[in-house]
T-cell receptor, first 109, second 112 residues
Framework: GIQVEQSPPDLILQEGANSTLRCNFS?????LQWFHQNPWGQLINLFY???GTKQNGRLSATTVATERYSLLYISSSQTTDSGVYFC???????????FGKGTKLSVKP | ETGVTQSPTHLIKTRGQQVTLRCSSQ?????VSWYQQALGQGPQFIFQ???????GRGNFPPRFSGLQFPNYSSELNVNALELDDSALYLC???????????FGSGTRLTVV
C-alpha cells in the first residue's frame, strides 16, 4: 500500500516564527489533505490539495504530485497553532485515507 | 450546515464487553468511514460505507463491524473488547468518498 512519511516528527517554535512541514508519499494519489488535530482530538481539515498551491490566511500548502510530496507552510506562528499536523492521502481502489504519523508542533510564547 | 457528530465522547468498558459508537454524517454526505487512533499514532482505517454498503475495510478483525442507515448515519460495533482497543475512534464523512473528508470530534474508548 501507499506509504506516507511526514517530517519533522517534532517542531518547537517561538511565536512569530515561520515553519515548513513536509509530506512524502510513495505512489500516485487521488487526494491529499492536511489536518490539524486539536488537543481534544478533532481533526480539522486545513486543505484539500491533490495538486497545486492553496492559501488560507497564514497557512498555505503546495502539492507536487509528479514528485510525490506536499508542503504545509505556517507563517507568523501563534500558540494556538500548537498541536499535531497530519497529512493524509487517498489512492488505490478503496479510497480510504492513509495517514502519516504526524508532526507535533509546539509554539512557545 | 451541521458537521459530523459522534457519540458518546468518552466511554469506559471492561475487557470482553461489547460497545457501539455512533456517528451522524455531515448533511448531504453519503460516505462514512471509521478510523482508530492509538495514542501517539496516526489514524488507521477500519472500514467505509457508501449508501449503506461496506465498500472498503482495513486490517481489523471481524469483531469490528458496522452499519450505515438510510439517513447515512453510522454505527461502529466492537465485540469482545480487548485492552488494545483503547483508542480514539474517529468518524469521517464525504460527499462521494473521492473528495475531502470531514471528521467528527471522536469517541475516546478506554478498555479496563
Amino acid at each position: 500500500g501507499i506509504q506516507v512519511e511526514q517530517s519533522p516528527p517534532d517542531l518547537i517554535l517561538q511565536e512569530g516564527a515561520n515553519s515548513t512541514l513536509r509530506c512524502n508519499f510513495s505512489d500516485s494519489v487521488n487526494n491529499l489533505q492536511w489536518f490539524h488535530q486539536n488537543p481534544w482530538g478533532q481533526l480539522i481539515n486545513l486543505f484539500y490539495i491533490p495538486s497545486g498551491t492553496k492559501q488560507n490566511g497564514r497557512l498555505s500548502a503546495t502539492t507536487v504530485a509528479t514528485e510525490r510530496y506536499s508542503l504545509l507552510y505556517i507563517s507568523s506562528s501563534q500558540t494556538t497553532d500548537s498541536g499535531v499536523y497530519f497529512c493524509a492521502v487517498q489512492g488505490g481502489s478503496q479510497g480510504n485515507l492513509i495517514f502519516g504519523k504526524g508532526t507535533k508542533l509546539s509554539v512557545k510564547p | 450546515e451541521t458537521g459530523v457528530t459522534q457519540s458518546p465522547t468518552h466511554l469506559i468498558k471492561t475487557r470482553g464487553q461489547q460497545v457501539t459508537l455512533r456517528c451522524s454524517s455531515q448533511s448531504g454526505h453519503n460516505t462514512v468511514s471509521w478510523y482508530q487512533q492509538a495514542l501517539g499514532q496516526g489514524p488507521q482505517f477500519i472500514f467505509q460505507y457508501y449508501r449503506e454498503e461496506e465498500n472498503g475495510r482495513g486490517n481489523f478483525p471481524p469483531r469490528f463491524s458496522g452499519l450505515q442507515f438510510p439517513n447515512y448515519s453510522s454505527e461502529l460495533n466492537v465485540n469482545a473488547l480487548e485492552l488494545d482497543d483503547s483508542a480514539l475512534y474517529l468518524c469521517a464523512s464525504s460527499l462521494t468518498g473521492r473528495e475531502g473528508y470531514t471528521f467528527g470530534s471522536g469517541t475516546r474508548l478506554t478498555v479496563v
